[in-house]
């Protein structure tokens, strides 16, 4: 079955901190990537996305995320972290064709300031 | 002019009662979705209808059921609430291929 695994399920970090979040899926085929955040209370919205192209994606507030196919992963990163960033952040893939997508469990990140 | 809005943010009520959430969409989607999140944050998908058709339909007990009365809309009516049923249950909409999902703002449901 296609999962998706997100391997930090916590992290703490202080502002100026640089932030990687690992993000595995099981699918041999065509996926779409995404990343999704959700602060405080709010609902979940589109960081950034990949479908095809350029590996390395950019999406808003400064983060990236890089997908490696031999590694079946879509690590999310920002250089530099703000305490604006503390969030709960969802990886998630789209596999095949159909309308479905598999999430993560999603990582809590705290940014102390 | 939210673009996905949930009605009511905030439900509270027994356990036993019948409740219905709301959800509609002003992006010219053909996609619903309901989801389920749990307070350990874990999403969890229920539903999806693609216009006004049912093409998702996970392991949700029976007490859980969507209409989709036009491609716009999609609400969510509960039966016999439980305690269990306590959690933020989010609408979403995704247009196409693409499959780019955007979430209301949730509704709060909690049962006592």
């Known amino acids: 079955a296609q999962s998706v695994s997100q391997h930090n399920h916590h992290v703490i970090l202080s502002e100026a901190a640089s932030l990687e979040l690992g993000c595995n899926y099981s699918y041999g085929g065509t996926v779409n990537l995404f990343w999704y955040v959700q602060y405080p209370g709010q609902h979940l919205q589109l960081l950034l996305k990949?479908?095809?192209?350029d590996p390395l994606v950019k999406g808003i507030k400064g983060f990236e995320a890089e997908f490696i196919k031999s590694k079946f992963s879509f690590n999310l990163r920002k250089p530099s972290v703000q305490w604006s960033d503390t969030a709960e952040y969802f990886c998630a893939v789209n596999a095949g064709n159909n309308r479905k997508l598999i999430w993560g469990l999603g990582t809590s990140l705290a940014v102390n300031p | 002019d939210t673009a996905v809005s949930q009605t009511p943010k905030y439900l509270v009520t027994q356990m036993g009662n019948d409740k219905s959430i709301k959800c509609e969409q002003n992006l010219g989607h053909d996609t619903m979705y309901w989801y389920k999140q749990d307070s350990k944050k874990f999403l969890k998908i229920m539903f999806s209808?693609?216009?006004?058709?049912?093409?998702i339909n996970e392991t949700v007990p029976n007490r859980f059921s969507p209409k989709s009365p036009d491609k716009a809309h999609l609400n969510l009516h509960i039966n016999s609430l439980e305690l269990g049923d306590s959690a933020v249950y989010f609408c979403a909409s995704s247009h196409g291929s693409t499959n780019i999902q955007y979430f209301g703002a949730g509704t709060r449901l909690s049962v006592l």
């Open positions: 990949y479908f095809s192209g």
């Open positions: 209808y693609n216009n006004k058709e049912l093409i």
